[in-house]
């Protein structure tokens, strides 16, 4: 939480700085270069595109300028209205730079987004075209070898499945006015259907499940229920090799229902359990495993719109992502339906 705005700690440090340095030398400086120098934490800021926190540095900036130089000093009161426009020019200079910054990280966003779509797609579809293209020529293999082609090309398939997916149900997302067509859910079932996905194989070597036998009916929204367990199981997949174990338990609780993802893997840093959900966002050491970098931030907008909360944390030799459904809606109105 706090690592992502590290930098409005720093532009305050360098404030600060700035700020000591203009008073002991201010007989040495004029009163315009005092000004300049006090731009300097306010573009830093405005480089991240952040207009609150522009507005927020360039306010302590105007501040502090306005009580320790412009005259009458140590007073907010101001005797010439000159000085006002720098005022103006400090809040002005930050919002052009914030506005400039945003629209360069709007478009970096979508060069990430084409170069990703491009990648994750292309890989599956030369491995389907690929599999093909040996079951066409060659009729004589043998009947594993067949299996074996077919079953890439049905993982390939559904890596591509997923994508599409994970972008429709972000354009779904976004809507603001989005209605959840709620509906009971078994979860046991979302789970088994969401495991279609997957390598058969891989499911029975990894994979152990843990679901209450005392699970209640879950109202929500199927559809987006499904996408949000098979994205946590593509992520526990892609991140554990083949020979490390991965299990997902549900847990039925008074108030509602607690899902956890577990896959033995190497710890996170704590920075990357910050950001993990963040929109894009890739781990360091990620870039010979496929992803878009959406998946978690679906899941996270998925549960929110659950009204629940995921979080990742580190846990004995691997990595959970803890899901908090609560119960929107009491079993009791399903019987009181059914009568």
């Given at each position: 939480?706090?690592?992502?705005?590290?930098?409005?700690?720093?532009?305050?440090?360098?404030?600060?700085?700035?700020?000591?340095?203009?008073?002991?030398?201010?007989?040495?400086?004029?009163?315009?270069?005092?000004?300049?120098?006090?731009?300097?934490?306010?573009?830093?800021?405005?480089?991240?595109?952040?207009?609150?926190?522009?507005?927020?540095?360039?306010?302590?900036?105007?501040?502090?300028?306005?009580?320790?130089?412009?005259?009458?000093?140590?007073?907010?009161?101001?005797?010439?209205?000159?000085?006002?426009?720098?005022?103006?020019?400090?809040?002005?200079?930050?919002?052009?730079?914030?506005?400039?910054?945003?629209?360069?990280?709007?478009?970096?966003?979508?060069?990430?987004?084409?170069?990703?779509?491009?990648?994750?797609?292309?890989?599956?579809?030369?491995?389907?075209?690929?599999?093909?293209?040996?079951?066409?020529?060659?009729?004589?293999?043998?009947?594993?070898?067949?299996?074996?082609?077919?079953?890439?090309?049905?993982?390939?398939?559904?890596?591509?499945?997923?994508?599409?997916?994970?972008?429709?149900?972000?354009?779904?997302?976004?809507?603001?006015?989005?209605?959840?067509?709620?509906?009971?859910?078994?979860?046991?079932?979302?789970?088994?259907?969401?495991?279609?996905?997957?390598?058969?194989?891989?499911?029975?070597?990894?994979?152990?499940?843990?679901?209450?036998?005392?699970?209640?009916?879950?109202?929500?929204?199927?559809?987006?229920?499904?996408?949000?367990?098979?994205?946590?199981?593509?992520?526990?997949?892609?991140?554990?090799?083949?020979?490390?174990?991965?299990?997902?338990?549900?847990?039925?609780?008074?108030?509602?229902?607690?899902?956890?993802?577990?896959?033995?893997?190497n710890p996170l840093k704590e920075h990357n359990l910050e950001t993990?959900?963040?929109?894009?966002?890739?781990?360091?050491?990620?870039?010979?495993?496929?992803?878009?970098?959406?998946?978690?931030?679906?899941?996270?907008?998925?549960?929110?719109?659950?009204?629940?909360?995921?979080k990742a944390y580190n846990h004995e030799n691997g990595v959970c992502f803890e899901i908090t459904?609560?119960?929107?809606?009491?079993?009791?109105?399903?019987?009181?339906?059914?009568?």
């Amino acid at each position: 939480m706090f690592h992502r705005y590290n930098y409005i700690l720093t532009a305050l440090v360098v404030l600060g700085v700035i700020t000591l340095i203009s008073v002991v030398f201010q007989d040495y400086l004029e009163l315009v270069n005092i000004a300049l120098i006090h731009l300097i934490p306010i573009i830093f800021v405005a480089l991240r595109g952040n207009f609150s926190a522009t507005a927020l540095i360039a306010f302590i900036a105007i501040l502090l300028f306005n009580v320790l130089y412009v005259p009458p000093v140590y007073s907010f009161s101001v005797h010439d209205a000159i000085y006002l426009w720098s005022f103006a020019i400090f809040l002005l200079v930050g919002y052009i730079i914030t506005a400039q910054a945003k629209k360069i990280q709007t478009n970096e966003i979508r060069d990430i987004l084409l170069n990703t779509l491009s990648h994750d797609l292309k890989t599956p579809l030369s491995s389907i075209l690929g599999s093909i293209t040996l079951l066409l020529e060659d009729r004589k293999m043998s009947e594993e070898t067949q299996n074996t082609l077919l079953q890439e090309i049905k993982n390939g398939s559904d890596r591509m499945n997923r994508l599409i997916n994970n972008l429709l149900d972000n354009a779904r997302l976004k809507d603001k006015h989005l209605e959840l067509k709620m509906e009971w859910c078994d979860l046991e079932d979302i789970l088994g259907v969401a495991l279609q996905d997957f390598d058969e194989a891989q499911i029975q070597r990894s994979l152990r499940l843990h679901v209450d036998a005392k699970l209640e009916l879950f109202w929500g929204d199927y559809n987006l229920l499904v996408r949000l367990f098979a994205n946590l199981l593509d992520n526990a997949f892609k991140y554990s090799n083949q020979t490390k174990q991965i299990s997902v338990t549900i847990t039925q609780e008074q108030k509602g229902v607690i899902i956890a993802f577990f896959n033995e893997s190497n710890p996170l840093k704590e920075h990357n359990l910050e950001t993990i959900f963040d929109k894009f966002y890739r781990l360091e050491n990620a870039n010979d495993i496929s992803g878009s970098g959406i998946g978690l931030f679906i899941c996270q907008s998925i549960v929110a719109a659950h009204h629940g909360k995921i979080k990742a944390y580190n846990h004995e030799n691997g990595v959970c992502f803890e899901i908090t459904l609560p119960r929107l809606k009491q079993l009791s109105a399903l019987q009181k339906e059914a009568e």
